[in-house]
């Protein structure tokens, strides 16, 4: 076929960073990698039971375009209980396929050509792209390391035109693991109340928060009506293969999403959506003991590198690190293939997170600390020959 | 910290205290005195290996025993309890509630050997009113432990 046949807006898009290393990566025998996005254990067994359950009972059809009613309410319970937000579970949420379908969505309903997207980098791939595939048109705010990578009012500001439609809000973050506290927020609040802008809050990474609870924006004063609140079940639960996310928002807005869906999706999958309930219901141990054992890996991964000698910022949410690379004078992406070709250990270059993740990389610590180990020890006689 | 320090223990006895100490926050020497005193108080009894005979040339035969007995005046179950655990080749000896009284875990190389046992050793006591001899014929999973499971790291070497 010809190559132009493929949309313009499709073939302007360069590919994803990650995708060149995890071709190289995974070509490769032993490798150790501190890669991944997701989390390493099981889906806890009292979720796959009621999945393999519903199965065997044969619910195995259709479910309303926003999901199971039942598993609405049961979001709705859990983001008051956990985040004191409140949402009808009727009109206010929608049950989609994984986080990244409800950014998607959400883009779609609000963005018309030209719309601006603030997008605080480094951040997640996927808000660049459904911008640009949404017609909108992303500006991008560099967060910085000397401040925890948190987006500050002043940079939010300077970021603001007439034409900003959207504010993404993405933490705590992948892939530098910073966190909004919530003087953090008020202060993203005060720049944004009154102004016409949505705040598309990605909380995917909500329950992976360390020594201190998570706050949605959306709980702050006069920011509910003007922010839609995204998580779902794959960190928390670590349920990624299910494919299971939401969106819960002002009504007008969750109806407009929900007409993309009916027509692009028809709905999350059936066998999902009721292990979702069950995580709902029973999965708070579960979480809790894998918030607790990550905790541990952070601990130790940070010392680890910090060990090695490289800067380190503490991350305090979602299950990464981001150290600095500066001083082996190499680019991110020289960086991770020499250590790739060198000792074998796959991470990812920040610049796959945005340009000024340039001089950082991304370490998953969503491993046993048997492989953090091995992989701190690679990477530590890696660095030797930067001294 | 004592719950956190025996949580990570109870998964793996191998960690090494420097490691443990990392990821609690704390210095080595902490844990290591926490450890030494939990060793102490009796909290921390011992270190096992937890190990699949069935996979060496090592012969090994288990038997649950569920075993009625009547309880001593003044000392229950405790004394009789006792005079079963001294003998080596008991692993484990609970007391129960329900349909019998103590439930005997034991070991020997062949089932002659450990039916023996049973005949010789444990009906003969004067406290033990009846004995059913149940033996192991797989160990599916131990100490939270699968056995036949080998765990493959599914996931994408590389992914967002």
Redesign the interface.
Known sequence: MKKEMIASKVRGIPP?G?RK??DI??QMND?I?L????P?FDTPWHIREEGIYTLEKGKTVYTSNSGLLELRQEISTYLSRRFDISYNPQDQILVTVGGSEAIDLALRAVLNPGDEVLIPEPC???YKPCTILAGGAPVTITTKAENDFRLTPEELERAITDKTKVLILPYPN?PTGGIMEKEDLEKIADVIRGKDILVLSDEIYAELTYGRNHISIASLPGMYDTTVVINGFSKAYSMTGWRMGYAAGPKELIAAMTKIHQYAIMCAPTTSQYAGIEALKNGDDAVAEMR?AFD??R??IV?GFRNIGMDCFEPLGAFYVFPSIKKSGLTSEEFCSKLLYEEKV?V?PGT?FGDCGEGFIRCSYAYS?DNI?EALKRIGKFMEQFQ | MRR?ILE?LEKNSR?ATK?IA????MSKEEVEKEIEQMEKEQVICGYNTLINWEKTDKDLVTALIEVKVTPQRGEGFDKIAERIYRFNEVKAVYLMSGGFDLTVIIEGKTMKEVALFVAQKLSTLESVLSTSTHFVLKKYKDHGIPFEEFKK?E??????
């Open positions: 994803s990650i290393f995890f990566a995974s490798v990698s890669g991944v996005g997701e390493d997640f791939v996927s992948n607790e541990s890996r601990k130790f010392n796959a990812v796959a600390i180990k | 956190k990570l960690l490691d990392i990821m609690l926050d790291d996931r994408m070497v590389v992914s967002p």
